[in-house]
């Protein structure tokens, strides 16, 4: 595997399930990122994570819980969510939270019944 | 509100022709700016940057403009091919504050054969 990736790729999910989305880069990155892409608006940014350490939590609800064990995994643990949290979740990452560049991976597309 | 956007949220190409894809930004104090491309089913994935001291910027077939006076930024496809048919994003950022990337909410090409 190269690059960044994703599982699942699709999750349909009811609002009282509680799912995980996993993400793992193989680039040797040291910061990794949580974006949400709704129709038609711009990627929105989530959580933000810097060797391990959350450095960024965007006023995001606590339905979504972040979790970085390591430098190469995120994951995006969901409980409780509502059907207007549907949406492509993409991870990136960046060599490090200083460098321009984020490279995503293909995204998990959410849908919430 | 979103501090960079783009003109048109979609936009038809004739196969062959050059695509030419505009993007606005309203933060001043913005001085890095990226192009992503982002496929059906994939992620975004990076075509090109520049940072403020540039106007100019060329890749293979592509170039990024940079006009600071008026706050906008384009995208010119040379030859465009039908696997140019994307979402194509501006992105900008503030090189001194680290990771945030704000993303505009991405212009649709539709390459015609």
């Known amino acids: 595997e190269t690059g960044v990736t994703q599982t699942p790729r699709h999750l349909v999910m009811g609002m009282t399930n509680k799912k995980s989305l996993k993400c793992e880069q193989h680039l040797g990155h040291n910061a990794m990122y949580w974006y949400k892409q709704s129709a038609k608006k711009p990627l929105e940014l989530m959580f933000v994570y810097s060797l391990e350490e959350r450095v960024e939590n965007n006023s995001v609800p606590s339905r979504f819980s972040p979790e970085c064990p390591n430098s190469s995994h995120l994951f995006l643990h969901l409980h409780t969510l509502q059907p207007e949290d549907s949406a492509l979740y993409l991870c990136?990452?960046?060599?490090?939270?200083?460098?321009?560049?984020?490279?995503f991976g293909p995204g998990t597309r959410l849908t919430v019944l | 509100g979103e501090s960079v956007g783009l003109h048109l949220p979609t936009l038809s190409v004739q196969e062959g022709d050059n695509s030419i894809i505009n993007c606005a930004y309203s933060?001043?104090?913005?001085?890095?700016f990226i192009w992503y491309k982002q496929e059906s089913g994939k992620g975004p994935q990076f075509i090109i940057d520049?940072?403020?001291?540039?106007d100019k910027r060329q890749g293979q077939r592509v170039t990024v403009l940079l006009n600071k006076t008026v706050k906008h930024l384009s995208l010119q496809i040379a030859a465009t091919q039908p696997g140019d048919s994307a979402v194509y994003f501006c992105?900008?950022?503030?090189?001194?504050?680290?990771?945030?990337?704000?993303f505009g909410a991405g212009t649709t090409v539709t390459v015609r054969a």
């Open positions: 933060n001043s104090a913005s001085d890095y």
């Open positions: 990136a990452s960046s060599q490090g939270l200083s460098y321009n560049e984020q490279f």
């Open positions: 520049i940072r403020s001291n540039m």
């Open positions: 992105a900008e950022k503030e090189e001194s504050n680290d990771y945030k990337l704000s």
